[in-house]
C-alpha cells in the first residue's frame, strides 16, 4: 500500500499557494518517494495517485511538480531536503531520489519546453547535483552533517524577556499613580490653607 502523504500535501499545497513558507518549514511529509516518482512521470505511479486521489493524472503530475519546485529545491534549502529524504535515509534512498528529480528536470518532461515557452528548469538540476555531491558517500555526510551541526549551534537564539520585568514595571506604575493621587488630594488642602491665612490677615487689617 502506497504512502500517500506526500502526494495529499502536494494537492493541498496546489489549492493553497499561500501555504508556500509553511510548507518548507515543516518536516516532509511520509510518501516522498512516491511523490517523487509522481513528478517523474512514472506512468505507474501516476495512474495509482489517480486512482487514490479521485484526481486527473494533470492535475497530480502537476501537484507534485509544484511540491518538488516549491519545497525542495527552492533556494536556501538544506542538500537532505533537496534530496526529498532526512539525514537517517539510506544513500540507496538518496541515490533514487536523485535520479527521479533529475529526471523531473529534463527538458522532455516538461510542458512547453520543446514549444519554446522559456520554461528552464536547469538550476534546479544542478541543486540537485550539488545535493547529491554532499551527501554521495559516507565520509561526505558526516562532513556535512558536522558543519550543519556547527551551523544550528550558532544560530543565535531569541532574547526570552525576564519574567520579573512585567511586575517591577507594574508596581512603579503604581507607585507613580499613587504619588500622583495624594498629590492631587494634598494641593487643594494647601491651598486652602494659604487662603485661609490671606483672608484673616485682610479681617486683621480691616480692624
Not at 509544484?66 to 534549502?77: H, Y
Request: glycine residues 6%; hydrophobic residues 40%.
Amino acid at each position: 500500500m502506497r504512502d500517500l502523504e506526500a502526494i495529499h500535501a502536494a494537492l493541498a499545497l496546489a489549492k493553497s499557494p499561500v501555504s508556500v513558507h509553511g510548507a518548507r518549514n515543516e518536516p516532509l511529509p511520509g510518501g516522498m518517494t512516491f511523490l517523487l516518482e509522481i513528478a517523474a512521470g512514472d506512468s505507474q505511479a501516476v495512474e495509482e495517485a489517480c486512482r487514490a486521489t479521485g484526481r486527473s493524472s494533470e492535475t497530480v503530475r502537476s501537484a507534485a511538480s509544484f511540491f518538488v519546485e516549491q519545497v525542495l529545491v527552492s533556494q536556501g534549502c538544506e542538500s537532505y531536503r533537496t534530496l526529498g529524504a532526512d539525514s537517517s535515509a539510506p544513500s540507496a534512498q538518496l541515490r533514487r531520489h536523485m535520479a527521479f528529480l533529475l529526471k523531473w528536470s529534463h527538458p522532455d518532461l516538461i510542458a512547453g519546453a520543446r514549444a519554446g515557452k522559456g520554461i528552464d528548469r536547469s538550476v534546479f538540476a544542478n541543486r540537485v547535483t550539488q545535493a547529491w555531491e554532499q551527501l554521495k558517500t559516507e565520509e561526505r555526510r558526516t562532513v556535512y552533517n558536522r558543519a550543519a551541526a556547527i551551523q544550528s549551534d550558532a544560530k543565535p537564539r531569541a532574547h526570552q524577556p525576564s519574567k520579573t520585568a512585567p511586575h517591577k514595571a507594574t508596581k512603579s506604575r503604581r507607585q507613580r499613580s499613587g504619588h500622583r493621587r495624594r498629590s492631587l488630594v494634598m494641593y487643594p488642602l494647601l491651598q486652602e490653607g494659604l487662603l485661609a491665612r490671606f483672608l484673616r490677615l485682610v479681617r486683621g487689617l480691616r480692624k
